[in-house]
């Protein structure tokens, strides 16, 4: 491991994905109201919203089912109190339910808000997600379940 990532292994599994969730949202919504010039309204932006809002949430909440059948954990910022590798229901699909919900409802609220400007912290929250949070879980599945994990990643996508 180089030094840059020595040096930002403290921020990993720090802020709880759904505190950072509220806080890329409140950062959408401001960015929007400060922007207004940079707005878009399509035609029926408001039910493509609450489609995929809506899908977002059924998601996620999928994803913690399966968890929660598996008598495992959900906090991610805990990854050593995984008790099982869950890989069934929505898991066969995607190794990261909960985030992918999380972001589709990101991307929900940036069409409600119509903002280009907001649209572009979903990026940031894919990075984001990625380093701080995926990564280091992922890391810790390796250790944890060997091959069954780098078998499971090796077949299912990271997001979709």
């Known amino acids: 491991m180089d030094s840059d990532q020595a ?10 994905p759904v505190v950072l969730v509220i806080i890329v949202a409140v950062g959408m919504w401001a960015i929007a109201r400060v922007s207004p010039s940079l707005a878009f309204s399509l035609p029926g932006t408001a039910g493509w919203a609450i489609g995929v809002a809506v899908a977002g949430v059924g998601i996620a909440l999928l994803g913690v089912l399966e968890f929660r059948a598996a008598g495992t954990t959900v906090d991610p910022r805990v990854p050593e109190q995984s008790a099982s590798l869950v890989v069934g229901g929505v898991y066969q699909h995607s190794r990261n339910p909960m985030y992918l919900g999380f972001l589709l ?9 119509g903002s280009v400007l907001a649209l572009l912290f979903l990026p940031a929250f894919i990075v984001y997600m990625n380093r701080f949070q995926i990564a280091p879980e992922e890391r810790f599945m390796h250790e944890k379940f060997g091959a069954s994990y780098d078998q499971y990643r090796s077949e299912v996508r990271r997001w979709i």
Do not use: D, F, S
Request: no cysteine; hydrophobic share 60%; net charge positive.
């Open 105 to 113: 409802v990101l991307i929900a609220w940036g069409l409600y808000l």
């Open 7 to 16: 040096n930002l292994r403290p921020l990993e599994l720090k802020i709880p």
